[in-house]
């Protein structure tokens, strides 16, 4: 039905950045909020930033200043930019999406995951 498909993990070190992006496929009817969540060995998931459709943001403390969330609502994909990344930053990063979907002559919304990408931080 739908699905997310991220890009841009990868390995750097601290200090440096990275652009991770997630770009949403499949019969969409429309996308409410998107973000980026991120699961470290032996932590629970947690929120790095989301994004409205009309642009309003929130982000984790720890990610304020660093981190920039946007979206491309007609490419249905969302970016993170990230800046500044520490080792504390390494984890497994995940979109997320609300995605209202038609089947036949009803609207379903769907709260749907990304298979992760890997964020490394290490020097």
């Known amino acids: 039905q739908v699905h997310l498909a991220e890009s841009g993990g990868g390995l750097v070190q601290p200090g440096g950045s990275l652009r991770l992006s997630c770009q949403a496929s499949g019969s969409i009817f429309s996308i409410s909020t998107m973000g980026w969540y991120r699961q470290a060995p032996g932590n629970q998931r947690e929120l790095v930033a989301v994004v409205t459709t009309g642009g309003s943001t929130d982000y984790a403390d720890s990610m304020k200043g660093r981190f920039t969330i946007s979206r491309d609502n007609a490419k249905n994909t969302v970016y993170l930019q990230m800046n500044g990344l520490k080792t504390a930053d390494t984890a497994v990063y995940y979109c997320?999406?609300?995605?209202?979907?038609?089947?036949?002559?009803?609207?379903?919304?769907?709260?749907?995951w990304g298979q992760g990408t890997q964020v490394t931080v290490s020097s």
């Open positions: 997320n999406a609300l995605i209202t979907t038609l089947q036949g002559d009803q609207l379903h919304e769907l709260d749907t």
